[in-house]
């Protein structure tokens, strides 16, 4: 298991822009696929972005495709949401996520939670209007 810690959470005004980070301490980071998935109060816990270990692939929901952007850095057991635009509808608890497999979009697009085994604690992203 890798711990992971998510940071960058807050409270911003619609149309702002924010980052999160999610920092792992075990070099197995580099091994794993890794994503950004949020839950907002009274909801099930959705899919937002995942990127391939290698940094390359991506994939996004549709919701925020063309305003978020996931990164990582294997180098520093690191991996970033870069937010921007945000909309009340993006209120919710922010949680990175990782799991082993290919890294190729069809494993990548398994976006449902119980495909996914590592989770941080989670870090609040407020919107306000």
């Known amino acids: 298991q890798v711990p992971l810690v998510e940071s960058g959470g807050g409270l911003v005004q619609a149309g702002d822009s924010l980052s999160l980070s999610c920092a792992a301490s075990d070099r197995t980071f580099s091994r794993y696929i890794m994503g950004w998935f949020r839950q907002a109060p009274g909801k099930e816990r959705e899919f937002v972005a995942a990127?391939?270990?290698?940094?390359?692939?991506?994939f996004y929901a549709d919701s925020v495709k063309g305003r978020f952007t996931i990164t990582r850095d294997n180098t520093n057991n690191t991996m970033w949401l870069q937010m921007n635009s945000l909309k009340l509808e993006d209120t919710a608890v922010y949680y990175c996520a990782g799991k082993l497999g290919a890294d190729s979009l069809s494993v990548l697009t398994r976006t449902a939670p119980h495909h996914w085994s590592l989770w941080g604690q989670g870090t609040q992203v407020t919107v306000s209007s």
């Open positions: 990127i391939g270990w290698r940094g390359e692939t991506t």
